[in-house]
């Protein structure tokens, strides 16, 4: 039976609310609440919410359900309906908007730019905002909310839910925030839903990483409900819903270099925070930049850090966070626990891990600079080989801790490592000494390494060597770590197979004075050690003479290959005691031995053979020829590299490939062959530097250096020469840099700077006498060119003085362009 409703004047229910006209038409029809929730499907509660105001703005669907079940005709549908929107129009100013932010946001212009581009242009309707406590998600949030609200006609909506510590409290939540408050919270989600309906809304929830399952279920009923609401959620960890998209927020940028400084945001936030507290760092901004590289641009901890300037300041800040993050506490009176200290923002999500995801977190800590995910797998499982299921189970947690924003991943030519902020490496590392686990994890992470290293040094001469190369390179610091725990806790067997199966390594890529620390330190520890450790102390006592060798420690270099020779040849092991001959000749070369040297050569050559060892038949090729170079031979030397170079090129050898086109190109050079010189000395520079072997770098540079002097290109020569001497001493190698001093006093006598070259050839002689090695014999000619051109123009009391002013020079001086106390010498240019 139709309502009287359509007979009363529009007039009497212009002002009327939507749940008085509601209750009228329902009781002109004669219908209870349960029988009008019977015939228009819908429940007693939702009927009696509508009728009291608790619930406003009805979807077009629930009218319709309504109208039909009253029996309303069009007039009284349209009051009904219009009644509806004027209370939806006034619930729109109930809603909670966004907080005024305390402070500018600083260095965020890109980030604020990308997320309000995805939130404003609709090109996602959930974007969450994900990163590590502290990163500054919220105040991100809050800056996109305040940038786009104009696209929203409905407005942008903020629900905080740090404070929520229930589950079943994030619905109740939303709906407060959008302007509801039920009695009956059985179908709050589909009374949020219809409260939304089509309205154009931002739905802003903070902090959901605590009650992530709940707060994914409502996000993904409301997206499904209500076409034009977007949300915008930021968490340390995902809400892994349907559509949803997500961007990392990263730390704040660091000054790369000097003239960044002043611009960098990190840097900037400090300022304006120790600013406000009454602290002028004028003048410090190296050690503010210090600081915040220390703090990785974390805007939490460099806030934290910058409230410590009313008792510290920054040189005294930098020292401390160089040794722990512990400081860095104190934060604003009105935030919560985790946003006062450190340790509090990293042991908020620390907390809402599983026990599992706790002992990953806790064992990962042991990573310096990365890991791989064979590498956690080997340490979690404690399997130096982890298998397929092993692999799985890393992976999940992995892959949890990824999405909670505890690890970082990195992902480079195909392969996924992960890392760890610095101090969330910290309070991990805490948790692993808490559970007494942090010598068996370093155990295991050792035993890994060593491992890896052995694995490696299989592959350091073959056609994949600049591969390993790069990965060992990738591991250093984990490497590092390795044998400090071996050394330290003398653990002889990994401290003696970890230097073992990394000396080649260490040679490679120019790490002479450390690798060499090592292998000795660890020879003292295998004085301890068994038989079973007899082929790994003979492979270290080779290592160190080597890298002892290259550091032109002579006698040292002998004691040690010589003790590596008798441990081989008491092994019976052939290959080991002809690498040895050839080191042992490489000592006697540089010594100007060079019969001995050959010699030495000729039987590691013959040892080789006998075994059907092509690369070090190739290798003892190359090291003939090299003895042949240096004493003038020519010919005999370009016979044997050529053999040499051919060899490597099909063994995939790119060390001995560099090599053998050094010695070549040198062979040119002294033969007057510059054109052809320069080709093959081009050719080993690229190779070197892409194998990142810097001893190639070194030795290629020095040669074409010569080349252009020899060209008359004295302004090139020097530039090549100073980059080859620069190489050579960070290498340690006084052999080579006295050669290349040498070649500079040439350079500065054909330029007329007799009084520096005077002081060059001094420099040089004081090297040669420390290291007890004479001008190689190839080179003795131009040396004596040179200085018999300064005597000629210079009295002998000045030659006499500059050359002593040489002798003195230490050679970091001279290889930073230190010329002496010549008081005529022009010190405006290098040469």
Known sequence: MPSDGSRRGSDDAQGTGFGDL?????????????????????????????????????????????????????????QLTAAARRDGDTTRSAIRVPPVAAHELIGRATEVEETARLVGERLTRLLTLSGPGGVGKTQLGLAVARLVAHRFDDGVCWVPLAPVSDLAAVTPAIAAAIGLHPLDGGRLIEEIAEQVGRRSLLLVLDNCEHVIADAAGAVSALLECCPNLTVLATSRELMRVPGESVYVVPPLALPEN????????????????????????????????????RLEGMPLAIELAAARTNVLTVEELAAELDSSFAILAGGSSTAG?????????????????????????????????????????????EQLTPGPLERAAALDLTSRLVDKS??????????????????????????????????????????????????????????????????????????????????????????????????????????????GEWLERALTLADSGGAELASYKAKTCLGA?????????????????????????????????????QRLGGVARERGDYVTAENLHCQSYDLFESLGDRSGMSWAHNQLGFVAWLRG?????????????????????????????????????YGGELAEAEDLLQESLALSQRLGYREGVAWSLNQLGIVERRRGLTERAVHLLDESLAEHRDLGDRWRSASVVEELATVAQQRNRTEYAAFLLGAADGIREVIGAPVPEIEKADVQRTKQAIEQTLDRRAFRAAWSAGRAAPLAAVADGYQGPTPTADRSTRL
């Not at 960044?260 to 190296?286: E, K, N």
């Open 22 to 78: 509601l209750r009228r038409h329902r009781r002109d029809a004669g219908l209870s609440q349960e029988k009008l929730a019977e015939l228009a499907g819908l429940s007693v509660d939702a009927i009696a919410a509508l009728e009291r105001g608790r619930r406003r703005a009805p979807r077009p669907h629930t009218l319709r359900l309504l109208g039909d079940a009253l029996r309303l005709g069009a007039p009284d549908r349209a």
């Open 258 to 293: 000097d003239e960044q400084l002043d611009t960098s945001p990190a840097v900037r936030l400090f300022i304006d925070r120790a600013t406000a507290r009454g602290y002028q760092p004028a003048g410090q901004i190296d050690q503010i930049a210090r600081v915040v590289s």
């Open 337 to 381: 626990p985790r946003q006062q200290s450190l340790s509090g923002a990293i042991g908020w999500s620390h907390a809402l891990l599983t026990s599992a995801e706790r002992e990953l977190f806790a064992k990962l800590s042991v990573f310096v600079g990365g890991w791989s995910l064979n590498a956690a797998a080997a340490v979690l499982s």
């Open 406 to 515: 505890l690890i970082r991943v990195s992902r480079d030519r195909g392969i996924a490592r992960y890392d760890m902020l610095a101090v969330i490496r910290e309070f991990a590392a805490g948790q692993l000494t808490s559970a007494g686990l942090d010598d068996e994890t370093a155990r295991n992470h050792a035993g890994y390494y060593i491992a890896l290293a052995e694995e490696a040094e299989s592959h350091l001469r073959g056609a994949n060597q600049g591969d390993w190369l790069d990965r060992l390179d990738g591991e250093l610091d984990n490497l590092r770590s390795a044998m400090t725990w071996a050394l330290r806790t003398e653990a002889v067997t990994e401290a003696v197979r970890l230097a073992a199966g990394l000396w080649l390594f260490c040679y490679l890529r120019g790490h002479y004075a450390e690798g």
């Open 545 to 581: 003479g080597m890298l002892a060798f290259l550091q032109c420690e002579y006698d040292v270099a002998t004691t040690r290959l010589e003790s590596a020779l008798a441990q081989y040849k008491e092994l019976g092991d052939t290959a080991g005691t002809a690498l040895v001959m």
């Open 633 to 669: 031979d020519l010919e005999i030397a370009a016979r044997r590299c050529r053999r040499a170079r051919d060899s490597f090129r099909v063994l995939g050898d790119g060390e001995g490939l560099a090599w053998s086109l050094i010695s070549l190109g040198t062979i040119a050079q």
